[in-house]
């Protein structure tokens, strides 16, 4: 099955803890993408990357790193500089250099600090 | 700043009616567009796409586009209760990259 997988589903972190989520994708895309989703609101960039080894901050990068070392995957960490961390994480990938394409989702991680 | 515009909702419609969603965008270089459904803790799944002025056909979907206007839109005919959901307008910017409106809350009422 063709897809983008996030994992875990649900992650619980600590305060002043690091935690990294996983997206991993058998698409072949080019282009992958971060976003955060908050309650009742829409879908805010994190970082993207469009090429193996290269990606550029969106509108909310801090806080979280990311790497791209290999095509098919894009794990974001959530550092503990991040103030405000529970949130809904979305992994998206897209073909062509994600220009001018669709994204496509994984289902998502629900981060809570505890 | 780009800003993609949509009316929060919720918008309540009568099952077997007509929903219509409107979405203004700011960068007049978008090119693309594209209507995401997000049921509610679900991840976003694509409905729609369109690329040039006019409407676009998909089954119960249509989707509306005028650039001049900078004005894109999605009709759900013939509603159903599995159409309650909310519903994303993402055009592409000038750059090419998707921006994300914050979504219009749907309804479908039996």
């Known amino acids: 099955d063709g897809g983008i997988t996030q994992s875990p589903k649900y992650l619980f972190r600590k305060e002043g803890q690091n935690v990294t989520l996983s997206c991993e994708q058998n698409l072949n895309h080019d282009a992958m993408y971060w976003y955060r989703q908050d309650p009742g609101q829409g879908l805010r960039l994190i970082y993207y990357s469009q090429i193996v080894n290269d990606f550029q901050k969106g509108d909310i990068a801090e806080g979280y790193s990311v790497s791209r070392e290999k095509k098919e995957s894009f794990p974001l960490t959530v550092t503990s500089a991040q103030k405000n961390p529970t949130a809904f994480y979305l992994c998206?990938?897209?073909?062509?250099?994600?220009?001018?394409?669709?994204?496509?989702f994984g289902q998502g991680t629900r981060l809570t600090v505890v | 700043q780009k800003e993609v515009e949509q009316n929060s909702g919720p918008l309540s419609v009568p099952e077997g009616a007509i929903a219509s969603l409107n979405c203004t965008y700011s960068?007049?270089?978008?090119?693309?567009f594209f209507w995401y459904r997000q049921y509610s803790g679900k991840s976003p799944e694509l409905i729609m796409s369109i690329y040039s002025n006019g409407d676009k056909e998909d089954g119960r979907f249509t989707a509306q586009l005028n650039k001049a206007s900078q004005y894109v839109s999605l009709l759900i005919r013939d509603s159903q209760p599995s159409d309650s959901a909310t519903y994303l307008c993402a055009p592409c910017d000038s750059w090419g990259k998707l921006q994300f409106g914050a979504g219009t809350q749907v309804v479908v009422t039996p």
């Open positions: 998206a990938s897209s073909p062509d250099r994600g220009l001018n394409t669709e994204a496509f």
């Open positions: 960068d007049r270089g978008s090119q693309s």
